[in-house]
């Protein structure tokens, strides 16, 4: 046991649930967890939401956040039961021998200190080097993280640098103190999948350089396979299965576990266009107010009823911005948009109420996209009352056919969103997009947020409804397994720009353009050694060149 650097036994944490109308009640968590991991080894914790792999991240430090409680168990650390250690040395374990890498870098970085006063903070506060000495250790990190500049880059701020490289900056703020052990959660979810790679091998070669350990959370098996040398799978706080790298994922021994190897499985056939086109855009050119440069350049894309055409490409690729000059947010400088037949006003406040019912919109986040004070039947009922003038009766019996829709069936109705799941919440914003009996719906990064389980579920009810109500979707994504599982045709946007376009059997076969092809090779297989693979062809193609 003298290698164990991390030895969690028995965990149980509890958190009390204040659900709204109702008296609050106790709820478990975690329950009986136990776990060890080596010094200079990587664990992987993987699961859906809600499963507990970030609860027991922050465990590893001994914190329970947002009224979270460890109410049993042991968590040693370096041969130290830190739940028996007092406030003030607790302060001195945490951002010295165990430290955080949080799931958005933009949320945890301070937008008014420059990036080198935060990456050297925690050395400083545990008198670990001189300020000298801290800065050189964080700009040697900087390098090793390959981000621009290394001697520079901590001058700038936050806001100044992009997603990838505050993730990696965070990464190095996490290792300047040259901690034991470091708890990376979900440090790549939010990124698009070519920066995903970039940071994912900084983030390994920085683990196996400085030899610290790690438990790296992600609800994505494929991320995972490529860091880690163990995996822990949990369900509903408890440990499903454990096992080295190469069983779980090519020898899985428990039923939830191969259901999270073989997610996305879904094989939709291509659809060939029918009749007059649902929607066309016609040499869209746009800009935001107030700057000079387009950030959309002549977008010809068009879609037929019961079809789904997804717009690819990564962060910043202007995928957003086309929806919202689709939907009259943003007025385009240039071009046309055709829809049902008739042309659609540049501006929403041009637009009638047939465009705006016959056009909706399912948004990334489903939590902000719903009011938390309105029960699911005022959430799902208002479009019925607006567009519709159902009242009483008629609207209750109407929103129980669209929530039986997306199979949620009785029991729901008067449910608030803080009552649901993250694929419940989905679910009550596309019956609510359904409630107005729409020709299009635009779909944006509508998965993005849900654990792959639950991503699928979805995928599967937008496909089955799309059957039924020949409704037609603008899917926009980063992720190309939702791609090839959703669309029938596909637009590859890079830098305000569709650089390819067409049947979806066209786009994903060779050649590809230089940009299709990188962004295709990003995608993380679920294989062993895939990510030196990618990156070793990298390497050739820019010694080719």
């Not at 903070?121 to 500049?149: I, N, Q, W, Y």
């Not at 779980?248 to 997610?263: F, G, H, K, N, Q």
């Not at 569709?498 to 299709?516: I, M, N």
Request: one cysteine or more; hydrophobic letters at 40%; charged letters at 25%.
């Amino acid at each position: 046991m003298s290698d164990t650097l991390l030895d969690i036994r028995d965990l149980r944490i509890e958190a009390t649930v204040y659900p709204p109308g109702a008296a609050p009640f106790d709820t478990t968590i975690v329950d009986d967890v136990s776990l060890s991991l080596e010094k200079g080894r990587v664990m992987g914790l993987i699961g859906e939401s809600g499963a507990g792999k970030s609860t027991i991240g922050l465990a590893a430090m001994a914190y329970g956040r947002g009224g979270i409680r460890i109410t049993g168990g042991e968590i040693w650390l370096g041969g130290r039961d830190l739940r028996k250690l007092g406030p003030r040395r607790l302060r001195g374990v945490r951002g010295r021998e165990v430290t955080y890498v949080a799931q958005s870098a933009a949320a945890a970085f301070n937008p008014a200190r420059r990036i080198m006063d935060q990456v050297i903070e925690a050395t400083l506060h545990h008198g670990l080097a001189s300020r000298r000495e801290a800065e050189a250790r964080a700009v040697d990190l900087f390098a090793k993280l390959d981000l621009p500049e290394p001697e520079t880059f901590g001058r700038r701020y936050p806001h100044q640098v992009s997603g990838g490289q505050l993730q990696r900056a965070m990464t190095a703020l996490a290792l300047c103190p040259r901690p034991e052990l470091v708890v990376f959660d979900e440090p790549t979810t939010a990124l698009d999948v070519t920066t995903q790679i970039d940071v994912l091998a900084a983030i390994k070669d920085a683990i196996r350089d400085t030899g610290v350990a790690a438990l790296y959370i992600t609800h994505d098996l494929a991320v995972i396979a490529q860091v880690s040398d163990e995996i822990v799978v949990l369900k509903d706080g408890r440990v499903v299965e454990r096992g080295e790298t190469h069983q779980i994922i090519e020898a899985p021994r428990e039923d939830y576990t191969r259901a999270l190897v073989s997610v996305r499985s879904i094989e939709h056939k291509e659809k060939p266009p029918a009749g007059e086109p649902v929607l066309r855009v016609d040499d869209i050119t746009a800009r935001y107010p107030g700057t000079r440069f387009d950030v959309l350049k002549g977008i010809d894309v068009e879609l037929h009823a019961g079809q789904t055409l997804a717009v690819v490409g990564e962060s910043g690729s202007g995928k957003s911005t086309l929806a919202r000059v689709i939907t009259g947010l943003l007025p385009p400088r240039a071009g046309g948009i055709d829809f049902a037949g008739r042309t659609l006003a540049p501006a929403l406040r041009g637009r009638d109420k047939q465009d705006l019912r016959e056009l909706q919109m399912i948004y990334q986040m489903a939590d902000v996209a719903m009011n938390p004070r309105h029960t699911v039947g005022t959430i799902i009922g208002r479009p019925l009352q607006f567009y519709f003038g159902l009242r009483g009766r008629r609207k209750a019996e109407r929103v129980q056919e669209l929530l039986d829709a997306i199979e949620l069936g009785e029991g729901f109705v008067d449910r608030y969103p803080a009552e649901l799941s993250g694929g419940q919440k989905q679910r009550v914003c596309i019956a609510r997009a359904l409630a107005a009996e729409p020709r299009l719906i635009i779909c944006d990064e509508v998965t993005s947020a849900l654990d792959p389980l639950v991503a699928d579920g979805i995928l599967r009810l937008l496909l089955n409804l799309q059957k039924r109500e020949n409704v037609a979707y603008l899917f926009i994504t980063h992720d190309i397994a939702t791609v090839r599982a959703i669309a029938d045709s596909i637009a590859v946007m890079y830098q305000g720009e569709v650089v390819r376009y067409g049947p979806k059997s066209e786009v994903l076969s060779p050649p590809f353009d230089a940009y299709t092809d990188l962004l295709l090779a990003s995608v993380p297989e679920m294989k062993l050694g895939w990510l030196e693979d990618v990156l070793a062809r990298r390497r050739m193609e820019s010694a080719g060149h």
